[in-house]
């Protein structure tokens, strides 16, 4: 750090993101990005007049880019904000609600402990259960901001909609943040729900199940007052957040819902053909409704895993946090990828087992 630096940075501890390998023949598994292309549509945005608009600013009310997310969502434009990526409507929202401080669970995504560090936000951290999945009931009565990723990173576990439901209602006088990032993947989303509960606020992006992990697209949706909390913070923060090519790029990958409705039918068909073989090679783990699985070895530690299938050319995650190291979360890739993950890990079977 500089002489120069503001010493109420000291303790603070960035987000650690997976590696992004030099080597293009690096199978990526651990960052949780779709390995399909964006659709027709989106790779038809970057034409040479597309490019000519960039002197221009963009749109900072993303109308269009709204408007399209809400008819999607069977919701009015004025339920949504969207901003680049979904990492800033996190932390528009734990920077708009958390005058109380917030709940989360203590293994979710990294992420949120990022945010409330920077904004010195009060946290409480709920234990998940023994089998890690999140305990609803741990949530009511709690006079505090709640954040739940849903379903839940690393775990892949998901809450029904009752369970959110009990949650809303029992913390009626604070905002409940519900973060979506993985709901595509065969899940129910909780967007529906904006209408009958004040205090919900639903985030999404466009990362992980629209393919579109590098062009930042993420939002929120909400009652209207809520998303003028949000809308006024964004303003005085950083109002052309989404760039222009995003936001043409979000209003094509919503025009092309089926295309992505079929590559999140295909990463979810291959992520149960990689829990069935994880499970042959004498590997456990949560069921995960989500673009990764979460496994652990019977023998083998997670760290060793991670290092051995990285000198074969595969990055998967490796968390080290006391009640989780002996996993790995593991992104599902295209078939081919699967393929050679486990042909990976049968070798590492077979040389420590
Ligand atoms: C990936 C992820 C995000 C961040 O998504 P971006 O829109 O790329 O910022 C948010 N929440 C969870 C749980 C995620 O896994």
New binding site residues.
Partial sequence: MSRYMNHCYDALKPYVPGEIPQDPDTIKLN??ESPYPPSKGVCGCFTPENAETLRLYGDPANRQLNRAIAGYHHIRPENVMTTG??????ELAMMAYCADGIAYPDE??G?YRVLTDLHEIPVRLIPLKEDLSIDPEDYENLGCAIIL?NP??PTGLYLNKAQVEKILRSNPDHVVIV?E??VDFGNESMIPLISQYDNLLV?Q????SRNL?GA???FAAGNEELIQDLEKLRNSRNPYDVTRISQLVGVRAIEDSEYYRSTCEKTVEIREWTKQQLKELGFSGTDSQTNFVFVKHETIPGEMIQKKLKEKGILVRWFDHERIRDYNRITIGTREDMESLIKALKEICDENG
């Fill in positions: 960052t949780n990526g979904s990492d800033e409507t996190l979710t995504y992420f990723a839940n990173a973060d990032a993985y985030i992006t466009y990362s992980k992990a930042r697209i993420g």
